[in-house]
């Protein structure tokens, strides 16, 4: 097999998303593209062996810890956040993963009061408003209901503003242009069995949500919603919720912006209408191009990133072959299709979608790419199973005012130097 | 036939689902204490009243640290005067912008409704001391931002009658997202 046998499926070297998948294609493959062992030979014999080879190792710990030389991926905190004690916005470094889940040690998080020192045996559930029966549960008795597990996507409504609304591209990574979204296992209880144990009275619509930190962050949530796929979660990832993600307890809405998830969720009230808390007034809103506010838009819409090559890396060869991978999600469903482009648009390919691909969760895709070397632009374009597909950055600002920020969805583009940086454009 | 077929569906699923009822009765006192959400129309906003005079001295020595003398200029979120890029009376906003984003948007232009002013200055300001101000000293501190903004005179005094009747501008911009249940709404 040669090197002209090779399937390109569009410009610029992107190849069939196949091509690694067949047996016994995946080596011809390489040897065709000229991937070598990376053997190397000795000027004078072979160095001795590692000393971890002759060695006992060492001990182990009660709770397990990333490698000493993994200690760089880190979350990052937003600078531009007010530098008022209590909000802060935590990244998570999406270029240093793969997969689908996010450690929960690494999940974005966003913190508008600080994180509550909570004690649990004294933490209570209240429920009250337009039900038959007000009432309260503490955790013990909480964590007696039946379970569920999902694994789903959450993503802060102004994940990747800075893109939605810098007059130039912003020079920066992955993670602090699209690192307030995380994929996790949540597992806890259906609210609709505490809403229905209240007995929820004809004319209720809504459900005020509240925390139980120092400013009782506070969201109004259609109630249909709830009663459908909201959950209490006590567990993510298999352990209890990490304080930075509500412990003991948090509202878990799926496919909806991250706030209103709300963490350390306390109070529960059945309404007829929305209270207008701050940031459902405020924060949370768009602003459309005709100057109206637009509210009570949950849903986050389908998105993706190339997450393997991204913004600030440094390609370590010039040319050759390269495995483009990321991700895309939708709230509103499954994603059905991701295509990427090696040619800034021209020309596209469908992307190998990795198994699960879950309803509302990070789906995991990947191409092979044969870069020539030249200067190119990488983009990703996700659709989801209603049919929802990404829009390009001038399309999505065509439809709010220039200082609108939230819910920003479009196609991602990268730029890839002949000297193999990769960079933030607008494409 | 129908209805016999619906006895027998639903005696089935009565009898395949155990009573799950672990809460326990919440006392009306602990809801009084705990319930502190306001609504648009004034529901729940508690009785006192305060001062746009009040307010302001109030302002100065917990608010204006956080959100500057006069409401605009942060560095923490923009309380006063219209949303956007610019604004003709700060030359510097576009620097401050960059480093503070929130300061796009603007609780005066913004915020549809009074009340919401009052029910998060009640249950989170100060930032370094949520529920610190009695009733009292949150309607003047509601009364002097709104005063900031132009929406009350330099004499006002809110109380739980009056605050509801103030006419926000974002009032009329507001616009509710598909799905989301408007039909109770003010």
Avoid at chain 1, 200 to 207: D, G, S
Avoid at chain 1, 305 to 330: D, N, R
Avoid at chain 2, 85 to 111: A, H, K, M, N, T
Wanted: glycine fraction near 8%; hydrophobic fraction near 40%; charged fraction near 20%.
């Amino acid at each position: 097999m040669n090197k002209s046998a090779l399937r390109f499926v569009a410009g610029n070297g992107l190849l069939d998303r196949r091509a690694f998948l067949r047996s016994g294609y995946g080596l011809s493959l390489a040897a065709a593209i000229g991937l070598t062992p990376a053997g190397r030979v000795l000027a004078q014999g072979e160095p001795p062996m590692p000393t971890w080879m002759t060695s006992l190792g060492g001990a182990d710990t009660e709770y397990g810890s990333p490698s000493a030389h993994e200690r760089q991926v880190l979350r990052q905190r937003q600078p531009s956040t007010p530098k008022t004690a209590g909000f802060s916005i935590w990244h998570s470094p999406l270029q240093h993963q793969r997969g689908i889940i996010t450690p929960s040690g690494l999940h974005y998080a966003v913190h508008h009061n600080g994180i509550p020192a909570i004690d649990p045996e004294r933490h209570q559930l209240l429920l009250h408003g337009l039900v038959e029966r007000p009432l309260q549960f503490d955790l013990e008795r909480l964590m007696r209901y039946p379970m569920v597990s999902r694994i789903q996507f959450l993503e802060c409504a102004g994940n990747t503003a800075a893109n939605a609304i810098s007059p130039t591209a912003r020079n920066a990574d992955c993670q602090e242009l699209f690192g307030e979204v995380s994929g996790s296992e949540w597992t806890g209880v259906p609210l609709s069995y505490l809403l229905r144990e209240a007995g929820v009275k004809a004319e209720a619509r809504w459900v005020i949500c509240e925390g139980a930190d120092g400013g009782s962050h506070s969201r109004s949530l259609p109630l249909a919603k709830l009663l459908d796929d909201a959950i209490i979660a006590f567990y993510q990832n298999g352990e209890r919720l990490r304080p930075s993600q509500g412990y003991p307890l948090r509202l878990f809405v799926p496919g909806w912006e991250g706030n209103v998830s709300v963490k350390w969720l306390h109070r529960l009230e059945v309404s007829d209408s929305p209270a207008f808390s701050k940031d459902e007034s405020g924060l949370y809103t768009r602003i459309l191009s005709d100057g109206d506010i637009l509210a009570f838009g949950f849903p986050m819409e389908v998105k993706s990133v190339i997450t393997h090559p991204s913004g600030l890396q440094q390609l370590p060869e010039l040319k050759g072959f390269y495995e483009v991978s990321g991700l895309a999600w939708s709230g509103l469903g499954r994603i059905s299709k991701v295509e990427v482009s090696a040619d800034n648009g021209r020309t596209w390919a469908p992307a190998q979608l990795h198994a699960p691909v879950l309803d509302k969760a990070l789906t995991r895709f990947s191409i092979p790419w044969q870069w020539t070397g030249a200067a190119t632009t990488l983009l990703s374009r996700a659709t989801d199973e209603l049919g929802n597909t990404q829009p390009s950055r001038s399309e999505w600002r065509s439809r709010y005012a220039a200082h609108s920020f939230n819910h920003y969805n479009a196609i991602q583009a990268w730029r890839v130097s002949s000297s193999g940086e990769v960079e933030n454009v607008y494409a | 036939m129908r209805s016999l077929w619906l006895l027998l569906a639903l005696t089935t699923s009565a009898a395949a689902q155990p009573v799950i009822d672990f809460g326990q009765p919440l006392a009306a006192q602990t809801i009084q204490r705990y319930a502190i959400s306001v609504y648009p129309d004034g529901r729940n906003l508690p009785p006192g009243q305060g001062s746009v005079i009040a307010g302001g001295e109030l302002y100065a020595s917990q608010c204006a640290a956080c959100h500057s003398a006069n409401g605009k200029q942060g560095p923490a979120a923009r309380l006063v005067g219209s949303d956007g890029f610019f604004s003709l009376d700060d030359p510097l906003r576009i620097l401050r912008i960059s480093e503070y984003p929130l300061l796009l948007l603007s609780v005066g232009g913004q915020w549809p409704y009074a009340t919401s002013i009052f029910d998060y200055i009640r249950r989170a300001m100060p930032h370094h001391a949520p529920k610190s101000l009695s009733d009292d000293q949150v309607y003047a501190v509601s009364a002097y931002i709104l005063h900031l903004n132009g929406l009350l005179d330099a004499s006002a005094v809110l109380d739980q009658d009056s605050l509801p009747k103030v006419e926000m501008p974002g009032r009329t911009r507001l616009r509710w997202a598909q799905g989301a249940p408007e039909s109770a709404a003010p």
